[in-house]
């Protein structure tokens, strides 16, 4: 008999698949005000593939959303590299971009969904003119292309049309937040960053919005990185996890395993709190 | 003889539960066999003997201890299923590989038709031709169209189990996994359960499954391990072993 019982770990046609994003020990330190070291993130590494969701999961301060904020510039790192294959080709490291180079990033190769539909969405623009906004960013021109785009994702995520022309301000809390989801996917971002999308949203609200992104993900196969401190979100949601503690990845794995055979501590301690 | 379809060796598993001050459970202590293609390998054992476990370190997910689980794929690579990249586990799930866990884990608000036919879906399929298979296979089963078209929470546990078995069910993987699928089930539903797996074993489909039914296990197994404290201490074609009294007797309180 041929070598079945050998444990040499041979991959079929996954071992071509290329990653969209790689991270490699993304650290990120602040000062405190007594000059102290804080470490926000350390050491942290991880892979996203094409049309993967890849969660992080982690309780407030573990640095979850520090990865999301350097991945998208609204933080610079301390050290460390992230390739995005569809960012000149993936060969630059992200956080040795110029300015334009990353403003280009944020336009039309990623967008980030924040908890606060205030930091995504300008509040004080109307519905249509946010989406427009970003698609203006991501050199679109044509105005009746534009207004048709952003009617066609506020449609997809359940935005009333007839409140297109109306501000955010005036919105409900799920109901900005769709609108910023619209907003995040309208250009087609090869990587959609989702930080607490339903933090701070009722019950019910809350599942509409998961349920929406579920959808768009199976429709559109997009590629997104979800961080929550809920397990349920990223149940829901994620492929693979990661679960931060103290700004460092504990544990990695495929999302069922995480959620039923934890190994570290912390995460045992995480999915026993659960309580559905 | 034909290769093996699945080739385990010593398998071991053991649970350290941190959060009570690092209490270890070792539901496997070194499990092999083989599985030919096509084979239906019943598992049986009392409760706590790691039959689930077993399943489930095949599945990934649980993480193993020890041991490989060598697994030919159908573009005939082995893939160590214990150890092979998470990637690799993801896709071979979506395309050859498929566990049904005892208790539905469908995701919220999908109406059971859509829970079936994403398997399809999932493998690129039709979503048309999907839901159309999805709904003979849920009729099949004796779920009708009127709860196909709700929410599997809402359901009853008999036809969760039921959804359950139509999602494994609907486009017969490779290599089935399966958790007690029939538990919760009357003698009537079981009947149906029973008249599509065969279906599925006609088709090539290799199972291994845990079974309380010895009525079930006798009608669907080629081969069964008896699994006890987390070794196997019988193995053979099902007439050959000797099957603990403990079996039926588990069936009885579900009857």
Known sequence: MEALTESGIRPPDTAAEQPLLRVKGLTKHYQSASGGRIVACEDVTFDVYPGEVLGIVGESGSGKSTVLQCLFQDVMPTSGEAYLSSFLGGTRNLWEADRRERRHLRTHDMSMVYQNPRQGLNLMVTAG????????AAEWRKVADIRAKASDYLSRTEVPLDRMDDFPAFFSGGMQQRVQIAKALANNPALVLLDEL????????????????RDIQHRLGMTAIVVSHDLGVIRLLADRTLVMKDGHVVEAGLTDQILEDPQHPYTQLLVNCVTH | MTEPLLSVRDIRKQITLHILDGKQVSPLRGVSFDLAPGEFLGIVGPSGAGKSSLIK???????????TANYRSASGEIVDLLHAPERTMIRLRRTEIHYVSQFLKAPPRIPALDVVASVIVN??????EARARAAETLSALGIGPELQSSYPSLFSGGEQQRVNVARALVDPPRLLLL??????????????VLEIVRRAQANGTAMIGIFHDIEMLQQLADNVIVLEDGLVTQHGPIGSVQIPGYIEAGAAEFV
């Open chain 2, 57 to 67: 370190c095949l599945n990934r997910t649980y993480l193993a201890d020890g041991g």
């Open chain 1, 129 to 136: 003119g946010n989406i427009a906004e970003r698609l203006l």
């Open chain 1, 198 to 213: 339903t933090t701070g949203l009722d019950v019910s609200v809350q599942a509409g919005v998961l349920d929406l992104v």
């Open chain 2, 123 to 128: 493998r690129g399929g039709d979503p048309t």
């Open chain 2, 179 to 192: 958790d007690e699928p029939t538990s919760a089930l009357d003698a009537e539903n079981r009947a149906k």
